[in-house]
């Protein structure tokens, strides 16, 4: 029986030094890589960061579904929205003439865009899923210009990781990392199945990412932020989200 | 040396009783079986608590791609919900337990796969698959089927046998879980998420949608969460002391113990 303890006892000890050593190694790439999301703190940190590492291997480039015409549902649900506030009713009083987008952070130009000026982008249509994390969907048309080539007029630093949205509401703020920021079907959508976007699914500037569920793209968009690090942006765990229990990563 | 590591092998369904050392204490379930078990038992919990707190969210199931509070849906639940948005003819709302509930049960998710993963990995190399979960060559015929089944209907107590490995049924459920139910209930869980099947869009688009895929998840769900309960059944009514001992330490417990 000794024998045997001893030969089990060995065997363990190498196993456990691989696999502690081999963590340590994973860990190191993962975060050379940016494959660790903001909020792998806490119990809950494993399996976030095998979703977000995984997916960010799996699926840097792939594009979400797209569908026919015929498939857009006839009434695109408007979620509930927390009350207005002042600054947006007076804004949607003026029928969003002065509504402003400002980017800053890590750009060459800090600019500030009128809906005119996004609107004489060139423009991208997706039909799409948006995905709630309840369970429920609906397919539109979403209209738009694509993220990317608003980063690409104000000019990023090379060194920009996340690019941080905030909404209107001050409670309501996100943040993706670059290779959602650069991907050809994250918009900034104005338009809803040829029409501007209502009010109710997020008018008159949603940020739109239809690769992760609906919470990401957030209604009313004011602000962005590209930064290489979201430690100084709220309770940094990356978005408002995770301040409210909820996963920064939604791709699932 | 060589005795000792023979009674950590779990034995055979091949051993006939009188075989079946009367009174020396024998390992009945590996340790890797025994602590995948409970790994998969808790991430089971995990996953059940979560996924109904999650349903409470939306309790109404679709079919196609596409489903919300304006189109018609499959069947709903009749529970109340945790969102106001959804019409459940309750006067009230339940209090939103979605956050920590997806964290949990994605975390659940990705413990209970690589878990399963070391288990079929070991029991295709250890044998515990063909020695222990197929079916024994005199069991695959349909009188034996049948046989098994009148036992089972009659509830009568387990063989000698029965005490050092799984009688057909067992064998077959167990199969029926580990090859069917379990890997259609990841398969249906991946086709729901928005990132996956963008890189993989058959996983969504053989089952017809992503609210098929979700519908489909409930009801595999469904089956695993009754697979569960008869398993504890079963396990009550062959001996819970013994079968919990067996499961825990891996000792099978005395001829006297176990009769």
Sequence with gaps: ?252 | MARLESVQVPLGACVPSSAAPVTTVTSRHSALVRVTHWITTLCFLALLVSGVEIVISHPRFYWGETGNVLTTPLFKLPIPSSRALVPTGYGYVLPDQNGWSRYLHFQAAWVVVLTGLLYIVSALFTGHLRKNLLPGKPDRSLRAFSTAIAHHLRFERPSEAEAWSYNMLQRLTYLFVIFILFPLVIWTGLAMSPAFVSAVPATVTLLGGQQSARTIHFFVSLALLLFVLVHVVMVCLAGFRSRMRAMITGRAGTHMERT
């Design chain 1, 1 to 252: 029986m000794t024998d045997l303890s001893r030969r089990k006892l060995i065997i363990g000890g190498l196993a456990a030094t691989a696999g502690v050593s081999g963590l340590g190694l994973a860990a190191r790439i993962a975060r050379r890589y940016g494959l660790i999301p903001p909020d792998h703190g806490g119990i809950y940190g494993l399996g976030e960061t095998l979703t977000y590492a995984s997916q960010r291997l799996l699926t840097r480039h792939s594009l979400a579904r797209e569908f026919h015409p015929s498939q857009i549902s006839k009434r695109p649900l408007a979620n509930e929205i927390p009350p207005l506030n002042e600054a947006f009713k007076r804004l949607q009083a003026g029928g969003f003439a002065d509504w402003r987008l400002s980017v800053n952070g890590m750009v060459d130009r800090p600019a500030s865009f009128s809906l005119a000026q996004l609107r004489s982008y060139p423009s991208r249509s997706q039909i799409t899923q948006l995905q709630c994390e309840e369970g429920w969907s609906y397919i539109a048309e979403w209209i738009g210009v694509p993220l990317s080539h608003v980063l690409e007029v104000v000019g990023i630093h090379s060194q920009a990781r996340f690019v941080v949205y905030f909404s209107i509401d001050p409670n309501w703020w996100e943040s993706i990392d670059m290779a959602d920021a650069l991907h050809p079907q994250t918009f900034l959508t104005y338009g809803m199945n040829g029409n501007e976007l209502p009010v109710g699914n997020g008018g008159p500037l949603r940020m739109r990412l239809p690769r992760q569920l609906g919470y990401k793209s957030v209604k009313f968009i004011t602000n962005l932020t590209v930064t290489d690090s979201l430690k100084s942006f709220g309770k940094g765990l990356g978005s408002a989200s995770p301040e409210t229990g909820y996963a920064w990563y939604a791709g699932i």
